[in-house]
T-cell receptor
Framework: DTEVTQTPKHLVMGMTNKKSLKCEQHMGHRAMYWYKQKAKKPPELMFV???????INESVPSRFSPECPNSSLLNLHLHALQPEDSALYLC????????????FGPGTRLTVT | SQQGEEDPQALSIQEGENATMNCSYK?????LQWYRQNSGRGLVHLIL?????REKHSGRLRVTLDTSKKSSSLLITASRAADTASYFCATDGGATNKLIFGTGTLLAVQP
């Protein structure tokens, strides 16, 4: 199984809502990532988890809160987002952090109204 | 910014033709990877080339790496309509080992 799954596929939320994005992989990968991608731009790294510990936070605003409950799951909790946070949010995993190909999920298309 | 630059930004070719995309980067790397992204979907890993390698092949893909020029190229031979997608190079290197994506090339293969 070389699949990374993400739910939901689409999410529309107001600026006062709290929602969560979920990512799951069963490849035994020890590194997991959240990326943000705006239209016609490359993915931008947000967070890296290695062995379930947060290793990189790319100065992401605190309204985005990552969580890694176990080695297969990665969540991104959203609260008080702004319209400019609307984007495609991609989850990825790799065997280890650095030096390995990353497997991406299909993404969650987020719209903040 | 450490982001790589890709050239051309957009490329339109006929089915059966070859497509070449170039990537230039700024810092030393451990490896360079190429990914494909179909419109609005997740990225698919194509090939990884390490800094001590100069050329790598995978099916119809050929990747070259010139670390002295800090550049790489991706060649897709005998293109198909299904190759229509955005292609990104990504460099892995430096103190933080983050994967930094280039600006991307949008390839359109006309049937």
């Amino acid at each position: 199984d070389t699949e990374v799954t993400q739910t939901p596929k689409h999410l529309v939320m107001g600026m006062t809502n709290k929602k969560s994005l979920k990512c799951e992989q069963h490849m035994g990968h020890r590194a997991m990532y959240w990326y943000k991608q705006k239209a016609k731009k490359p993915p931008e790294l947000m967070f890296v988890y290695s062995y379930e510990k947060l290793s990189i936070n790319e100065s992401v605003p605190s309204r985005f809160s990552p969580e890694c409950p176990n080695s297969s799951l990665l969540n991104l909790h959203l609260h008080a987002l702004q319209p400019e946070d609307s984007a495609l949010y991609l989850c990825a995993s790799s065997q280890e952090w650095s030096g390995y190909e990353q497997y991406f999920g299909p993404g969650t298309r987020l719209t903040v109204t | 910014s450490q982001q790589g630059e890709e050239d051309p930004q957009a490329l339109s070719i006929q089915e059966g033709e070859n497509a070449t995309m170039n990537c230039s980067y700024k810092t030393s790397i451990n490896n360079l990877q190429w990914y494909r992204q179909n419109s609005g979907r997740g990225l698919v890993h194509l090939i990884l080339i390490r800094s001590n390698e100069r050329e790598k092949h995978s099916g119809r893909l050929r990747v070259t790496l010139d670390t002295s020029k800090k550049s790489s190229s991706l060649l897709i031979t005998a293109s198909r309509a299904a190759d229509t997608a955005s292609y990104f190079c990504a460099t892995d290197g430096g103190a933080t080992n983050k994967l930094i994506f280039g600006t991307g090339t949008l390839l359109a293969v006309q049937p």
